[in-house]
């Protein structure tokens, strides 16, 4: 039995290290030099670089995030329930609420109200945002809160975002590759040597449609605006 495992171990290592195994040169007469030529790129000489393509456009959701709270947590994160003049939120409290956003042209079914005894979590959604309507809606919520007096708006965070970002991809993709080529040009201009033909292409996405804020970039008047961003990495073939 030992006799015969060694025997076929060493059938596997004389495969392995068969010159029928090595990679043959692309231009081998080789009956396997294509799938060499797949696998194995021999003395070729490369060069590999990072393209970056960042594309920006106007975003066409705002998601405002708005929590109400029956304790003002400016003085303190003290637990309201050790507060006895802090009374809970109540179903009346949420329909009051609702009943404002809606006044403020926001449709019912893009208002999500989270309800617990002392704070209440609201979510709006807002179609094709501007950041002037978005900064009146928070100051007009602010105003809201501080003349009813039962409650205080306690926080606020947005994010912005483009439901259908297929076309600003595109654009992206073709701003890395086209990236990859000028920096693998200025590489291959500093050897001396000229670029050759594509050998390889990774594509790497680094981004989300979805910014970090829905402040606009010009100041605050304007659209608030997503940027996406796509890499590829790619390796060329240099030439003398």
Not at 49 to 73: H, K
Not at 183 to 201: E, F, Q
Not at 204 to 209: C, E, Q, T, V
Request: a negative charge.
């Amino acid at each position: 039995m030992k006799r015969l495992l060694l025997a076929s171990l060493l059938t596997s290592l004389s495969c392995a290290i068969s010159p029928a195994t090595q990679a043959a040169p692309i231009n081998s007469t080789d009956r396997h030099a294509d799938r060499h030529a797949q696998i194995y790129m021999g003395d070729t000489p490369m060069a590999t670089t990072y393209g970056r393509g960042i594309v920006t456009a106007p975003a066409d959701t705002a998601t405002l995030n708005y929590t109400f709270s029956r304790y003002d947590y400016s003085y303190g994160y003290s637990d309201p329930s050790e507060t006895t003049d802090v009374s809970n939120f109540a179903l009346a409290d949420r329909d009051q609420i609702l009943a404002f956003f809606v006044a403020q042209g926001i449709p019912q079914d893009q208002i999500t109200i989270d309800l617990n005894p002392y704070d209440m979590y609201v979510t709006l959604e807002i179609s094709n945002p501007d950041q002037a309507s978005l900064v009146a809606l928070e100051d007009a919520t602010r105003q809201f809160t501080e003349a009813d007096g039962s409650f205080y708006f306690t926080n606020n965070y947005s994010t912005c975002s483009i439901e259908e970002f297929t076309a600003l991809e595109t654009e992206a993709r073709a701003e890395a590759i086209a990236d990859s080529r000028s920096r693998i040009d200025a590489m291959a201009s500093a050897v001396g040597a000229r670029v050759g033909s594509i050998l390889s292409m990774i594509e790497i996405h680094g981004y989300m449609p979805v910014s970090s804020s829905c402040n606009a970039p010009d100041g605050g008047i304007g659209v608030p605006e997503v940027t996406i961003e796509l890499g590829v990495m790619t390796s060329f073939e240099l030439i003398d």
